[in-house]
């Protein structure tokens, strides 16, 4: 496995699979990989001729009051780990390299579908992650990119961009990885304190109390949500931000009662870190 760390030296990488004749997929990341991103690189590598991986904490997906700063950064465990899921290629560039000039070329989805859950706190977080992985798509010239189920809203965003700029890449969506006691893997786990972290696994119990409560034949999207509500609001260090249901795909107005495929979908505060958690409501 080769680390790069310049938009030429992924470019020559890309050219010489590219002249073999090899599928590219790409897997992009803000790195402090764990097992949920090892399974988009296992994918990738299974799926794929030559896998590459890019690790950057991409300044323009970040609020003024976010993490930026304190966003984790492990290089070296990164590349470990993907080397041992297969990866050919960690691309790691300065935001210098990926942001050549101040003033900037956006690409930004618009609409419902950018403005809910995430999009209201967070107003410029997607066209951050459009134009970030917008440019990783011309930069690793994939026949197939993985994401995961974890950020539901990116995933929507993304079919999205990839159907409006009518991009030849396939997008594979891989399920959520948790830790044994149901708290979804995230990066941002690591800021979280022993009684958080404690805390937190209300958010996995109320998605599956949620799931059986639809499986239950429940179809009534505010008694759903108020039920999570409810059961969030009991764990005293919890600071909701939204429990919401959307219908997929798309994340238009959920029916009343609900029909087809359902996101619910939650942000929640434990501390200073804010986790997002979500499972699918959909007929079996
Ligand atoms: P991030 O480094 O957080 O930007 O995530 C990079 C990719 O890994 C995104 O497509 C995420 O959805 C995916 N990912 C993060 N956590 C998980 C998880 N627990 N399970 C599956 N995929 C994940």
């Known amino acids: 496995m080769k680390l790069v760390h ?4 992924l470019r020559e990488e890309v050219a010489a699979a590219k002249a073999q004749g090899l599928t590219i997929g790409l897997v992009p990341t803000m790195g402090a990989l764990h097992e949920g991103h090892a399974s988009l690189i296992k994918a ?3 799926e794929n001729d030559f896998v590459v991986v890019s690790v950057f904490v991409n300044p323009t ?5 976010e993490d930026l700063d304190a966003y984790p950064r492990t290089l070296e465990a990164d590349c ?12 790691a560039p300065a935001p210098k390299e990926m942001y050549p000039s101040e003033d900037a070329t956006w690409v930004e989805v618009t609409g419902e579908i950018t403005k809910v859950l995430c999009g209201r706190t967070r107003p410029i ?6 134009t970030v992985v917008t440019k990783l798509f011309n930069l690793a010239q994939p026949d197939r990119a993985y994401f995961g189920q974890k950020d539901a809203q990116q995933v929507e965003v993304m079919k999205r961009m990839v159907k409006d700029l009518f991009f030849n890449i396939q997008l594979r969506i891989m399920p959520i990885v948790r830790e044994a ?6 990066s941002r786990n690591t ?3 022993e009684a958080e972290r404690k805390a937190a696994l209300v958010l996995s119990r109320s998605l599956k109390a949620a799931k059986e409560q639809y499986e239950a034949g429940e179809r009534d999207a505010a008694k759903i949500t108020a039920a999570v509500t409810a059961s969030i609001k009991e764990e005293p260090m919890s600071d909701i931000d939204y429990v919401e249901i959307y219908a997929l795909p798309e994340l238009k107005p959920v029916a009343a009662p609900m029909a087809g495929s359902n996101l619910l979908a939650v942000a929640v505060k434990f501390g200073t870190t804010r986790l997002i958690d ?6 079996k």
């Not at 977080?125 to 459009?130: L, W």
């Not at 979500?278 to 007929?283: D, K, R, T, Y």
């Open 6 to 9: 310049t938009v030429a030296e």
């Open 181 to 186: 006691d149901g708290l979804a893997k995230s």
């Open 80 to 91: 470990k780990l993907a080397e041992s899921m297969g990866a050919n290629i960690v691309f």
């Open 44 to 46: 990738a590598n299974m």
């Open 278 to 283: 979500n499972v699918v409501l959909e007929e």
């Open 191 to 193: 800021y979280l304190n």
């Open 125 to 130: 977080h997607f066209r951050g992650v459009t």
């Open 61 to 65: 997906q970040f609020g003024p009051n």
